[in-house]
């Protein structure tokens, strides 16, 4: 599997995040406005003012439901750039985790290649000692470095799986 960053614009969503929370506010300050009138206008007594109020008493009772679902939405959102720029921190220690490993795995199984080569072409004792020594360094290298690549693999494999998450818990909180 080819790993690659995740994209994303982190500080757009916080935008859109912030944008919508102060959406919310301003909803609320107007539903607490309109709630002000409709207390003032209760000293008053005419059909006109209580035509008013009834009005008045309707539109808070929408504005603050479309307050709560721009709060959602800010909240959702904000919630989602963390975890999107957490994810894209995760994948790339990852990513060069996974390219240091590579290195080390090619340069391993490389050499340890090389010491069996030698080690089959000698007949000189110390040589095949030597050559010996070096494919078992070559060959725990080589293990160390695939496990690394494994771990690297994960790691990276659940930052992607942890950004999905988030952006369908932030769709479903949204929608």
């Avoid at 709060?71 to 985790?97: K, M, N, P, W, Y």
Wanted: hydrophobic letters at 40%; glycine letters at 4%; zero cysteines.
């Amino acid at each position: 599997m080819t790993m690659s960053p995740i994209g994303g614009d982190v500080a757009g969503i916080r935008g859109h995040a912030t944008r919508y929370s102060k959406t919310a506010t301003a909803i609320q300050d107007a539903v607490e406005l309109l709630k002000a009138v409709v207390n003032a206008a209760q000293d008053e007594t005419s059909k006109a003012v209580d035509a008013l109020a009834d009005s008045i008493g309707d539109t808070s009772s929408h504005l603050s439901a479309v307050r709560g679902r721009y709060e959602v939405a800010g909240s959702a959102l904000s919630t989602f750039a963390d975890a999107l720029e957490h994810a894209q921190t995760q994948a790339a220690a990852a990513i060069s985790a996974h390219d240091d490993a590579q290195r080390r795995h090619t340069y391993a199984q490389r050499n340890l290649s090389d010491a069996h080569t030698a080690a089959h072409q000698t007949v000189d004792p110390t040589e095949l000692q030597e050559a010996t020594d070096a494919a078992r360094r070559y060959s725990s290298m080589s293990t160390t470095a695939a496990a690394d690549l494994t771990n690297a693999q994960a790691s990276y494999d659940a930052a992607v799986a942890a950004v999905a998450e988030a952006g369908d818990t932030a769709a479903a909180a949204i929608s």
